[in-house]
């Protein structure tokens, strides 16, 4: 069974940084493009960042670009999302997936991320 693992997620002042973390396992990890998203509560999944497989390309929203940067070590089955200059916005459950933008088929449970003083 697929399993992806999200970890990293907590309070931190506009204007700060957090790294979230997605720990795959039970599937060819290195294999897959992989994804970020978030979901306020009350609100539709949100695309927010997407990486190929070997990480040479990655995409993100226009909300997040220049402040977040998407990354995988395949070696390590992990993927990680550097989040910088954050803003109340950016308050939301994160969610790693496998597959691109909103055509995933496997999500993780989620970590959650608020951004406030």
């Known amino acids: 069974q697929v399993h992806l693992v999200e970890s990293g997620g907590g309070l931190v002042q506009p204007g700060g940084s957090l790294t979230l973390s997605c720990a795959g396992s039970?599937?060819?990890?290195?294999?897959?493009?992989l994804t970020w998203l978030r979901q306020v509560p009350g609100e539709g999944l949100e695309w927010v960042s997407s990486?190929?497989?070997?990480?040479?390309?990655?995409a993100y929203a226009d909300s997040v670009k220049g402040r977040f940067t998407v990354s995988r070590d395949n070696a390590k089955n992990m993927l990680y999302l550097q989040m910088n200059s954050l803003k109340s916005e950016d308050t939301a459950v994160y969610y790693c997936?496998?597959?691109?933008?909103?055509?995933?088929?496997?999500r993780g449970q989620g970590t959650q991320v608020t951004v406030s003083s």
């Open positions: 997936a496998r597959g691109y933008k909103l055509a995933y088929d496997v």
């Open positions: 039970e599937f060819d990890f290195g294999t897959n493009v």
């Open positions: 990486i190929s497989s070997d990480g040479r390309t990655t």
